[in-house]
């Protein structure tokens, strides 16, 4: 059970690493840096929203219009870092 606790928590690690690739990859497309019309930017932003989208569009939903400022990656990461830094020890302990 804790070799799969272990899988869980790199798994988020991996994750929190794609939201934050999606974060730099907007700001790069919002600046003007890379050309969002480039096939190969495209298909690596279309499998960014792909994967970060179904979780962030919720918390949108929730969170209160801030104009330009879009703060769900930043809620997102701190809800991977509690899981893995408070929920799956306590599971752990409990096995």
Known sequence: M??????ISYLITLYTYVIIAGVIMSWLMAFNIVNPHNPF??????????????????????MPDL??????PVILLLGCFFVQSVALPNIAKLV
């Open 67 to 72: 104009g330009g400022l879009d703060i769900s």
């Open 2 to 7: 804790h070799e799969l606790l272990g899988f």
């Open 41 to 62: 930017v495209r298909t690596v932003w279309q499998a960014l929203n792909a994967v970060t989208e179904p979780l962030l569009r919720p918390i949108r939903r929730l």
